[in-house]
């Protein structure tokens, strides 16, 4: 009897695709014919400058801005003309940049807010509680405090762990590590490295170009609106284009 098959990243089904995708805001378009996979239980980067579109390209799939041309598929099915609380439903969170917590609100009930749309049960949510103060201690020691008050590295884990009590499939994350010490992003990383371990598939929006393709499996580069390249991220990290373009000092 042969040994059963091993799964390759490229044969892992796909849980999002973007074809030809274009978005904007008012009259400017932002996007310009973008085309991106995200495999089931991979973690993908998105990487770019400043003003590349990257949060853009998020905000279009969670349907808070509108497509203007192109298609989006989830697990095959058509997600454009959705609105935000179906593409949510779908199982695909968003953890925007700057983390938009509610707070004047407890950490806790920020975490429950994730769940608003979930028919889950209350020993169903407990757990999912306890599993998200598991991975970040901090916040079960925080979780009557108002979110407002915390630092900003536990004020990421607070938007991550609500983001996870939705439950979903596919977690976008917007700037992960935007303002945040060397030593917090490393438990981040941490973190979201279990949390794929687990099965979790990730998309994230990262400017440190060094922690994106250290964590992802494969990655794509924004410039202008435009996906400029794409491929793994072990072999990105040694293009030297993108050494050049990213990592200033650091390039050879």
């Not at 770019?48 to 598929?73: D, E, F, Q, Y």
């Not at 169903?124 to 108002?146: C, G, N, S």
Request: proline share 4%; net charge negative; glycine share 10%.
């Amino acid at each position: 009897m042969s040994p059963p098959a091993i799964e390759t990243v490229s044969e892992r089904p796909e849980l999002l695709r973007i074809e030809g995708l274009q978005s904007g805001y008012g009259e400017v378009t932002v996007l310009w014919g973008i085309d991106l996979t995200v495999r089931q239980g991979d973690i993908t980067a998105l990487i770019g400058s400043n003003g590349a579109g990257k949060s853009t390209l998020m905000r279009t799939i969670s349907a808070l801005v509108r497509t203007r041309a192109g298609r989006l598929w989830w697990c095959g099915q058509p997600l454009d003309g959705e609105d935000p609380a179906q593409v949510l439903a779908h199982g695909i969170a968003h953890v925007p940049e700057g983390r938009r917590l509610f707070g004047a609100m407890s950490v806790e009930d920020n975490l429950i807010m994730g769940a608003y749309l979930r028919r889950a049960s209350r020993a169903e949510l407990h757990h999912d509680l306890e599993r998200i103060y598991t991975l970040f201690p901090r916040l079960k020691e925080r979780r009557t405090q108002a979110a407002g008050t915390m630092s900003g590295g536990e004020q990421q884990m607070c938007a991550i762990g609500r983001g996870l009590m939705s439950a979903p499939r596919l977690l976008m994350i917007d700037e992960l590590s935007l303002g945040l010490s060397p030593l917090l992003v490393e438990q981040l990383v941490e973190a979201l490295a279990v949390l794929n371990r687990d099965g979790l598939t990730l998309l994230v929006v990262e400017q440190d170009v060094v922690t994106a393709l250290e964590l992802s499996g494969n990655a794509y580069v924004m410039d202008t609106g435009r996906i400029v390249r794409q491929g793994a991220s072990s072999e990105l990290l040694r293009d030297p284009a993108v050494r050049q373009a990213y990592l200033g000092a650091l390039a050879p």
